[in-house]
C-alpha cells in the first residue's frame, strides 16, 4: 500500500512538473468542448442559392421570395442561364441551383404538373443531403399553398388538409449542441485518456528508466495500476470540468443523473486507460506508442456515432460497432443526460464496457514483461 | 551469506548475433570484480541476464544458491543494478528519486544510510535539484545511491565511468574499494583497460567469448613478448608500414606510440630500425616498455582470432 501511494506521488509529481503537458491536459479540452459545439454543428445556416429564373412570371418570383425570406438561404444572383450558374459552382461560391424554366408559371396556371430543377454541389455528400431536404421543404410548403388556392378558386369550398407534424422528443428543438456536446465529452476524456496512457509506459522504456523498475521487486499489477488511477482522477476531473460547463455555458438539460454518468465514466475510463496501456506495453516509441493510438482512435470515433448516426452505417458497421467502446459511451451519455435514463435502462451497456475493462486491463497486466 | 556469483553454459542470442557463447565465469562472494572487453563484447546483455531483464537460451547461473531464473524475484531483492544509460528520472529531484528507489523496495533511506552514506554526503547539497540537471559525476553517484539504497548482496555497474569526468572516475573508483569493505561483490563492466588494475580480478570478454580470469598482475605476466613503443613522424604511415614488415607479430596504435611485438625471441633492435628508415620515417624513438592490460587483450583477441 505504502508502495501504491509513492508510486502515485511520483506519477502526479511527473504530470504537474511537465510544463508542456499541463496546459495540453488542462487547457485544451476545455477550448476543444467550447470550439467544436458551436463548429460541429448541422444547423444548415446561409446556403448560397443561385438563381436562374427564365419564367419570370409572378408564381417564379413568389417562390424565390420565400427562398429569400428563409434564414436558411441566402439568393446570391438570380440569371438566365444555366451555364453562368454552373461556373458559380465550379468556383465554390454557390452550394445549389434553382432552375425555372419558361414554362414554369404557365404551367401552374394550367394547373399542371410545374417542375423545378435543382442542382446541387455535392462535393460534401452530407451537407448536399441537407441541401435537397431544406430545398424541398420549401418547395413544398409553396406546393401546398398553392394547390389549396387553385382548389379553393375552382370548388368554392375550403380544402382540408392532413397536416402531419412532428414532436422531436427529449431535445424539441432539434437543437445540436444538446446533441453534440455530450459527444464531445466523451471525445475529451478519450483522447485525455487514450493518449495520456500510451504515451507512458513507453515513454519509461524510451528514456531508460524501465529497467532500472524491472528489477526492482515491484509488482506488474502494481506499477500498472500506479500509472491506470492518475489517468481516471485526471479524465474525471476533465469530465467535471465539461459537464460544468455543459450545464452552465450551455445550459443543455441534465435529465438523468450525474452520478450514473460518473459510473459509466469509471467504468468505460478503465476500459480507454488499460487499452493504452496495452498499446504502452507493445511499442518501443512514444512514437509507435502514438500512431497506434490515432488509429484506434479515429477508427472508434468516426464509427462511435458522434458525427454520422451508427442507423445509416452499413450492416457489417453496425456489427464491429460492439466493440467500441466510445459508441457505447457516447449513447450511453446521451440517453443519461437528455432522456433521463436510469440505471437499468443502460445496465446492459455498462456490463459491456465493464467486460473491456476487465479483460483489456488483464491483457494489459499479462503483456507487460519485466523479462525481455 | 555467500553471494557468490556461478555462471555455467551461458548463452544468448539475439535473432543472427550470437551475443554470449557458452560462458563460464565463478565471480567470488565480495569481490571486486572487472569485465573488461570492447563495445559490443556482450557484457551488457551478461548483466542483463545476471540481473533477471533477460532469460538465457541455454545455461544458467546463480548467485549464492539462488537461480537467475528459477528465483528471479529473490535475486531482484539482493541485487543493485546500474545500467549504463542513465536511468533515473530526470523530471524528479535528487532526494525524489532515492526516496522513490527506496520505497520500490519497501525500505526507508533513513534505514539504509550507514550504506549510502559516504556517498550520499557528496550530493545531499544538491538534493532538491532536478537529476536531470546535474553533472555525470553527481549522476552517477545518484545512481549509485540508488541501487544501493536496499543493502544488495550484489552490485552490477555496467560501464558506470563512462562518459565521466578522470577526476569523478577516480573518485568512483574509491567508492567501489569502500562499498567492498562492506562485504558486496560488485561487478564492473568497463571499456577502459586502465580500470582493470584496480580490479581484484577480471574477466576478458569478447565477441562473447571470456578469453580470460585471471588477477590483472598475472594477466601482464603472462605476456611473452617483448613489447615495444616506437614513435615517429607518422604514427599511422609507420602502423601501415610495419603490418608489411615480415617479423610484425603484432602492431597496433597506443595513445601517441605504437606497441609492437616481433614474432622471433631475440632479434635486434637495430633491424626494426633500419627497414622504418628505409621506409622514409625520421625521428623514430623505439624502447622496451613494460606490457598493460590492453596489451594482454589484443593479443589474446588477436590470438584467438587466429583459431578461428
Given at each position: 500500500m505504502r508502495v501504491l501511494k509513492y508510486l502515485l506521488q511520483k506519477e502526479f509529481l511527473q504530470i504537474f512538473r511537465n510544463k508542456s503537458m499541463l496546459p495540453i491536459i488542462f487547457v485544451m479540452p476545455i477550448l476543444q468542448l467550447c470550439v467544436l459545439s458551436f463548429?460541429?454543428?448541422?444547423?444548415?445556416?446561409?446556403?448560397n442559392l443561385y438563381i436562374v429564373d427564365k419564367d419570370l412570371s409572378s408564381h417564379s418570383r413568389e417562390l424565390i421570395s420565400k427562398f429569400n425570406g428563409s434564414p436558411f438561404f441566402t439568393v446570391k444572383e438570380i440569371g438566365f442561364s444555366v451555364e453562368e450558374a454552373e461556373k458559380e459552382i465550379y468556383k465554390d461560391k454557390i452550394d445549389a441551383i434553382l432552375v425555372f424554366n419558361d414554362d414554369f408559371g404557365k404551367s401552374v396556371d394550367l394547373k399542371k404538373g410545374a417542375s423545378v430543377q435543382v442542382l446541387i454541389n455535392a462535393i460534401n455528400a452530407s451537407s448536399a443531403g441537407l441541401y435537397n431536404a431544406y430545398i424541398s421543404s420549401v418547395i413544398q410548403d409553396y406546393n401546398r399553398k398553392v394547390s389549396a388556392s387553385i382548389r379553393e378558386v375552382g370548388t368554392g369550398v375550403p380544402v382540408h388538409f392532413v397536416q402531419s407534424s412532428y414532436l422531436h422528443q427529449f431535445n424539441p428543438e432539434m437543437k445540436y449542441i444538446p446533441y453534440m456536446l455530450p459527444g464531445l465529452l466523451v471525445l475529451l476524456v478519450t483522447v485525455i485518456g487514450l493518449f495520456l496512457s500510451a504515451m507512458n509506459v513507453v515513454r519509461e522504456k524510451e528514456i531508460g528508466t524501465i529497467e532500472q523498475i524491472n528489477v526492482t521487486p515491484i509488482r506488474k499489477s502494481q506499477f500498472l495500476l500506479a500509472k491506470l488511477i492518475p489517468f481516471l482522477i485526471i479524465g474525471f476531473f476533465e469530465l467535471g470540468i465539461g459537464l460544468s460547463i455543459a450545464a452552465f455555458?450551455?445550459?443543455?438539460?441534465?435529465?438523468?443523473s450525474v452520478w450514473l454518468v460518473y459510473l459509466v465514466a469509471f467504468v468505460y475510463l478503465i476500459a480507454i486507460l488499460g487499452f493504452g496501456l496495452l498499446i504502452s506495453t507493445q511499442t518501443n516509441t512514444q512514437q509507435q506508442a502514438m500512431f497506434i493510438a490515432w488509429f484506434f482512435m479515429v477508427i472508434f470515433l468516426l464509427m462511435s456515432?458522434?458525427?454520422?448516426?451508427?442507423?445509416?452505417?452499413p450492416e457489417w458497421g453496425q456489427t464491429l460497432n460492439i466493440l467500441n467502446p466510445i459508441a457505447y459511451f457516447i449513447k450511453v451519455i446521451r440517453m443519461i443526460l437528455?432522456?433521463?435514463?436510469?440505471f437499468f435502462d443502460i445496465v446492459d451497456e455498462i456490463a459491456i464496457l465493464t467486460l473491456f475493462a476487465v479483460s483489456v486491463v488483464s491483457i494489459a497486466v499479462n503483456r507487460y514483461r519485466k523479462v525481455a | 551469506m555467500n553471494a557468490g556469483i556461478s555462471i555455467e553454459n551461458l548463452s544468448k542470442r539475439y535473432g543472427s548475433v550470437q551475443a554470449l557463447k557458452h560462458i563460464n565465469l565463478d565471480i567470488n562472494s565480495g569481490e571486486l570484480f572487472g569485465l573488461i572487453g570492447p563495445d559490443g563484447a556482450g557484457k551488457t546483455t551478461l548483466f542483463r541476464l545476471l540481473a533477471t531483464l533477460l532469460l538465457p537460451d541455454k545455461g544458467g547461473a546463480r548467485m549464492g544458491d539462488i537461480d537467475i531464473v528459477g528465483d528471479y524475484k529473490q535475486i531482484r531483492n539482493l541485487l543493485g543494478y546500474m545500467p549504463g544509460?542513465?536511468?533515473?528520472?530526470?523530471?524528479?529531484?535528487v532526494i525524489e528519486n532515492l526516496e522513490f528507489f527506496a520505497t520500490v523496495f519497501d525500505t526507508r533511506i533513513e534505514d539504509n544510510m550507514d550504506m549510502i552514506h559516504d556517498i550520499w554526503v557528496q550530493i545531499e547539497p544538491f538534493k532538491d535539484r532536478l537529476a536531470g540537471n546535474l553533472s555525470g559525476g553527481m549522476k552517477q553517484k545518484l545512481a549509485l545511491c540508488c541501487a544501493l539504497i536496499h543493502q544488495p548482496k550484489v552490485l552490477l555497474l555496467d560501464e558506470p565511468t563512462t562518459g565521466v569526468d578522470a577526476v569523478s572516475r577516480s573518485e568512483f573508483w574509491q567508492m567501489l574499494k569502500s562499498l567492498k569493505s562492506k562485504g558486496i561483490t560488485i561487478v564492473v563492466a568497463t571499456p577502459y583497460m586502465d580500470e582493470a588494475n584496480l580490479c581484484e580480478r577480471v574477466a576478458l570478454i569478447k565477441d562473447g567469448e571470456i578469453l580470460q580470469v585471471n588477477t590483472p598482475q598475472e594477466i601482464v605476466d603472462q605476456f611473452e613478448r617483448k613489447l615495444y613503443a616506437i614513435k615517429s613522424d607518422d604514427n599511422y604511415q609507420c602502423l601501415l608500414d610495419l603490418r608489411e614488415f615480415e617479423f610484425t607479430n603484432s602492431v597496433f596504435l597506443f595513445g601517441q606510440t605504437l606497441h609492437y611485438t616481433d614474432v622471433r625471441k631475440e632479434f635486434s633492435l637495430e633491424e626494426v630500425n633500419s627497414y622504418l628508415k628505409s621506409k622514409g620515417h625520421l625521428n623514430l624513438e623505439i624502447e622496451h616498455v613494460k606490457p598493460g592490460i590492453e596489451d594482454c587483450f589484443m593479443a589474446l583477441s588477436t590470438k584467438a582470432d587466429g583459431y578461428e
Amino acid at each position: 500500500m505504502r508502495v501504491l501511494k509513492y508510486l502515485l506521488q511520483k506519477e502526479f509529481l511527473q504530470i504537474f512538473r511537465n510544463k508542456s503537458m499541463l496546459p495540453i491536459i488542462f487547457v485544451m479540452p476545455i477550448l476543444q468542448l467550447c470550439v467544436l459545439s458551436f463548429a460541429a454543428t448541422y444547423d444548415m445556416k446561409n446556403t448560397n442559392l443561385y438563381i436562374v429564373d427564365k419564367d419570370l412570371s409572378s408564381h417564379s418570383r413568389e417562390l424565390i421570395s420565400k427562398f429569400n425570406g428563409s434564414p436558411f438561404f441566402t439568393v446570391k444572383e438570380i440569371g438566365f442561364s444555366v451555364e453562368e450558374a454552373e461556373k458559380e459552382i465550379y468556383k465554390d461560391k454557390i452550394d445549389a441551383i434553382l432552375v425555372f424554366n419558361d414554362d414554369f408559371g404557365k404551367s401552374v396556371d394550367l394547373k399542371k404538373g410545374a417542375s423545378v430543377q435543382v442542382l446541387i454541389n455535392a462535393i460534401n455528400a452530407s451537407s448536399a443531403g441537407l441541401y435537397n431536404a431544406y430545398i424541398s421543404s420549401v418547395i413544398q410548403d409553396y406546393n401546398r399553398k398553392v394547390s389549396a388556392s387553385i382548389r379553393e378558386v375552382g370548388t368554392g369550398v375550403p380544402v382540408h388538409f392532413v397536416q402531419s407534424s412532428y414532436l422531436h422528443q427529449f431535445n424539441p428543438e432539434m437543437k445540436y449542441i444538446p446533441y453534440m456536446l455530450p459527444g464531445l465529452l466523451v471525445l475529451l476524456v478519450t483522447v485525455i485518456g487514450l493518449f495520456l496512457s500510451a504515451m507512458n509506459v513507453v515513454r519509461e522504456k524510451e528514456i531508460g528508466t524501465i529497467e532500472q523498475i524491472n528489477v526492482t521487486p515491484i509488482r506488474k499489477s502494481q506499477f500498472l495500476l500506479a500509472k491506470l488511477i492518475p489517468f481516471l482522477i485526471i479524465g474525471f476531473f476533465e469530465l467535471g470540468i465539461g459537464l460544468s460547463i455543459a450545464a452552465f455555458l450551455f445550459k443543455i438539460p441534465f435529465l438523468g443523473s450525474v452520478w450514473l454518468v460518473y459510473l459509466v465514466a469509471f467504468v468505460y475510463l478503465i476500459a480507454i486507460l488499460g487499452f493504452g496501456l496495452l498499446i504502452s506495453t507493445q511499442t518501443n516509441t512514444q512514437q509507435q506508442a502514438m500512431f497506434i493510438a490515432w488509429f484506434f482512435m479515429v477508427i472508434f470515433l468516426l464509427m462511435s456515432g458522434l458525427f454520422t448516426p451508427v442507423e445509416s452505417m452499413p450492416e457489417w458497421g453496425q456489427t464491429l460497432n460492439i466493440l467500441n467502446p466510445i459508441a457505447y459511451f457516447i449513447k450511453v451519455i446521451r440517453m443519461i443526460l437528455l432522456k433521463g435514463s436510469g440505471f437499468f435502462d443502460i445496465v446492459d451497456e455498462i456490463a459491456i464496457l465493464t467486460l473491456f475493462a476487465v479483460s483489456v486491463v488483464s491483457i494489459a497486466v499479462n503483456r507487460y514483461r519485466k523479462v525481455a | 551469506m555467500n553471494a557468490g556469483i556461478s555462471i555455467e553454459n551461458l548463452s544468448k542470442r539475439y535473432g543472427s548475433v550470437q551475443a554470449l557463447k557458452h560462458i563460464n565465469l565463478d565471480i567470488n562472494s565480495g569481490e571486486l570484480f572487472g569485465l573488461i572487453g570492447p563495445d559490443g563484447a556482450g557484457k551488457t546483455t551478461l548483466f542483463r541476464l545476471l540481473a533477471t531483464l533477460l532469460l538465457p537460451d541455454k545455461g544458467g547461473a546463480r548467485m549464492g544458491d539462488i537461480d537467475i531464473v528459477g528465483d528471479y524475484k529473490q535475486i531482484r531483492n539482493l541485487l543493485g543494478y546500474m545500467p549504463g544509460k542513465f536511468s533515473l528520472y530526470q523530471d524528479l529531484s535528487v532526494i525524489e528519486n532515492l526516496e522513490f528507489f527506496a520505497t520500490v523496495f519497501d525500505t526507508r533511506i533513513e534505514d539504509n544510510m550507514d550504506m549510502i552514506h559516504d556517498i550520499w554526503v557528496q550530493i545531499e547539497p544538491f538534493k532538491d535539484r532536478l537529476a536531470g540537471n546535474l553533472s555525470g559525476g553527481m549522476k552517477q553517484k545518484l545512481a549509485l545511491c540508488c541501487a544501493l539504497i536496499h543493502q544488495p548482496k550484489v552490485l552490477l555497474l555496467d560501464e558506470p565511468t563512462t562518459g565521466v569526468d578522470a577526476v569523478s572516475r577516480s573518485e568512483f573508483w574509491q567508492m567501489l574499494k569502500s562499498l567492498k569493505s562492506k562485504g558486496i561483490t560488485i561487478v564492473v563492466a568497463t571499456p577502459y583497460m586502465d580500470e582493470a588494475n584496480l580490479c581484484e580480478r577480471v574477466a576478458l570478454i569478447k565477441d562473447g567469448e571470456i578469453l580470460q580470469v585471471n588477477t590483472p598482475q598475472e594477466i601482464v605476466d603472462q605476456f611473452e613478448r617483448k613489447l615495444y613503443a616506437i614513435k615517429s613522424d607518422d604514427n599511422y604511415q609507420c602502423l601501415l608500414d610495419l603490418r608489411e614488415f615480415e617479423f610484425t607479430n603484432s602492431v597496433f596504435l597506443f595513445g601517441q606510440t605504437l606497441h609492437y611485438t616481433d614474432v622471433r625471441k631475440e632479434f635486434s633492435l637495430e633491424e626494426v630500425n633500419s627497414y622504418l628508415k628505409s621506409k622514409g620515417h625520421l625521428n623514430l624513438e623505439i624502447e622496451h616498455v613494460k606490457p598493460g592490460i590492453e596489451d594482454c587483450f589484443m593479443a589474446l583477441s588477436t590470438k584467438a582470432d587466429g583459431y578461428e
